[in-house]
Nanobody, 126 residues
């Protein structure tokens, strides 16, 4: 099993920044994409940013140029640097692991599936 624990969410004014973290534990026995999803009230969950084993990345259209995904393999931690935040970025943000999925090669973020493990989420309010 894999456990994912997010942190770093909070309230920030428009134009501000936040950095989310996701601490991963468990056994990654296959290639894995690690990704951030978000879900706003009344809306479906959507992919935001993803990074593959080779550090290739992909972003949703609404966050390109403002959000940056990265990972520290030595600490098994995934990050999401969020800059120039907008009110429409308000959502619960979830960390996810997708085994054997090449996220950066997907046509759209909707192709980031299936998700094998989810974190519990961290709230971001702008």
């Amino acid at each position: 099993d894999v456990q994912l624990v997010e942190s770093g969410g909070g309230s920030v004014q428009a134009g501000g920044s936040l950095r989310l973290s996701c601490a991963a534990s468990g056994y990654f026995h296959r290639s894995a994409c690690m990704a951030w999803f978000r879900q706003a009230p009344g809306k479906r969950r959507e992919g935001v940013a993803a990074v593959d084993d080779d550090d290739s990345t992909m972003y949703g259209d609404s966050v390109k140029g403002r959000l940056t995904i990265s990972k520290d393999n030595t600490k098994n931690t995934l990050f999401l640097q969020m800059n120039s935040l907008k009110p429409e970025d308000t959502a619960m943000y979830y960390c996810a692991v997708l085994f054997d999925v090449f996220c950066s090669g997907a046509s759209t973020v909707d192709d980031w599936a299936p998700v094998d493990y989810w974190g519990q989420g961290t709230q971001v309010t702008v």
